[in-house]
């Protein structure tokens, strides 16, 4: 997932600088939900972590 957060920004910034601005728009808004569902999966994952690690 974190490929795919990646992928659609560097397409947002390649189409801003060629002046497509709905493409970079849009890619912009794809990479920036991507990003904060991979944040919160981390964020998770160590909680997760951080719980079984205190239990044992």
């Known amino acids: ?11 947002a910034i390649i189409a801003g600088i060629f002046g497509y601005g709905g493409i970079a728009s849009a890619s912009a808004g794809i990479a920036k939900i991507l990003f904060i569902i991979f944040l919160g999966l981390f964020a998770l994952a160590v909680i997760v972590r951080v719980l079984r690690g205190a239990s044992r």
């Open 1 to 11: 997932m974190q490929y795919w957060a990646l992928f659609f920004l560097a397409v």
